[in-house]
């Protein structure tokens, strides 16, 4: 059994892989019973827990508990483009898999990503800095941080291609919270 549970398909995808990513939870509950299985995602860049995680809509959050009771490190494993798999659920929006990961260890609320500032410098087709984007999506705890941590509040004049400032644009939605 052991020889035919580790194969991987053509894409270099186990069957544990494969079962998170379809969300079958029963297929997951009995794959995770061959520890050896996830021994070997521990060198992985992308892992059993992060597909769980980036599929987990309509109660599949039941595989990522599975996966946490048998290897809870898991939880901090990041994919080779430096997301763990909190910052995997907050991209997409996967509020049932945030609270659950958050319940799970809330100190993961501290990771960082191991994305290069260099994003920093990046802009929309349309203009718009991270910071734009921050204000423009409401996210003001994101945006404080960013300007505090990051030291980029040079950004905060920055134009886009309509000629706005991130002030500018708060102002004009009436979003005082903003302003620091």
Not at 101 to 108: A, G, I, P, T, V
Not at 116 to 126: A, F, G, I, R, Y
Request: hydrophobic share 45%; charged share 25%; proline share 1%.
């Amino acid at each position: 059994m052991k020889g035919l549970v580790g194969k991987v398909n053509c894409r270099g995808e186990s069957v544990l892989f494969v079962a998170c990513e379809r969300g079958k939870v029963e297929v997951v509950k009995v794959l995770i019973g061959f520890q050896w299985l996830l021994v070997h995602e521990l060198d992985a860049f992308i892992c059993s827990i992060h597909v769980a995680v980036a599929v987990a809509v309509a109660g599949h959050t039941e595989i990522l508990k599975e996966i946490l009771k048998v290897r809870p490190e898991f939880a901090r494993k990041y994919t080779s483009e430096g997301y763990s798999p909190l910052h995997l659920a907050c991209s997409k929006g996967h509020v049932d898999t945030i609270r659950e990961l958050l319940w799970f260890e809330s100190d993961l609320l501290y990771l960082r990503d191991q994305k290069s500032l260099e994003s920093v410098d990046m802009v929309t087709n349309h203009g718009e800095t991270i910071l734009h984007l921050a204000v423009k999506y409401n996210q003001y705890d994101g945006l404080k941080y960013m300007v505090e941590a990051l030291n980029i509040l040079e950004l905060m004049n920055k134009q886009d291609n309509d000629g706005n400032t991130v002030l500018r644009i708060a102002t004009a939605r009436k979003l005082t919270t903003v302003f620091f």
